[in-house]
């Protein structure tokens, strides 16, 4: 089964500061890797999805690398801005298609005007 | 640019009542997954459609029942309800027929039990 953790649980740092989010899983063998945020009692957001082929992605102020052979994937925000507050979660998804996926606890991340 | 919908958007029952949750994919998207949030809890994956047949399945309870209707739309079952089936539940879409895995999610509904 599935076991995605995030480090660190929770971050709070001034705006203006590059931040890193780390999010390891015990199965290797994902095809995919999704980061979303939450904002509290919100949906998620999509913000990057990376497939197991790549190495790197990015979408503006973001970008997420992925080492699937050690079962590590990082998100980097930087310049971070006090409308990054919020949880950002990290999912792999086992297979392609419509197979569902496993979430970490998430990083509860606040960035102080 | 058009997202997901859920119906209802807030749900109260009491325990034994059942409970229909309603979810409206991206149009063009074929593929259809149902997760469960609990109160400071990571989503749970419960089960997903591609094409109205059952692709994957989770952590569904056997008192739950899913399915996933020609016009795409899903509907997410829920009988006998207990207390600790109150929680967010989101529905998300997926374009998978033209390659693209990624879930787009729906606002959820949150669904009280008393």
């Known amino acids: 089964k599935q076991e995605v953790t995030q480090i660190p649980a929770a971050l709070s740092v001034p705006e203006g500061e590059n931040l890193v989010l780390n999010c390891s899983f015990t199965?290797?063998?994902?095809?995919?890797l999704q980061w979303f945020r939450q904002d509290p009692g919100k949906g998620l957001t999509s913000l990057l999805l990376i497939q197991s082929s790549q190495r790197e992605q990015t979408s503006g102020r973001l970008n997420a690398s992925l080492d699937k052979s050690s079962g590590r994937s990082t998100l980097y925000i930087a310049a971070s801005q006090p409308g990054d507050s919020a949880t950002y979660l990290c999912a792999p998804s086992r297979g392609g298609g419509a197979d569902g996926l496993t979430f970490g606890k998430g990083t509860h991340l606040i960035i102080q005007p | 640019a058009a997202g997901v919908i859920q119906s209802p958007r807030h749900l109260i029952k009491e325990k034994r009542e059942t409970a229909t949750l309603k979810c409206y994919p991206i149009p063009r998207h074929d593929t259809v997954y149902w997760y469960q949030q609990g109160p400071g809890q990571d989503p749970q994956f419960l089960i997903s459609f591609y094409e109205k047949m059952q692709s994957d399945k989770g952590s569904i309870p056997d008192r739950f029942s899913a399915q996933q209707f020609s016009d795409y739309h899903s509907e997410l079952n829920m009988s006998s309800l207990e207390l600790g089936d109150s929680a967010l539940y989101f529905c998300?879409?997926?374009?998978?027929?033209?390659?693209?895995?990624?879930?787009?999610f729906g606002p959820g509904t949150r669904l009280t039990v008393t």
């Open positions: 998300a879409s997926s374009p998978v027929a033209q390659g693209n895995y990624e879930q787009y």
């Open positions: 199965d290797s063998a994902i095809y995919n």
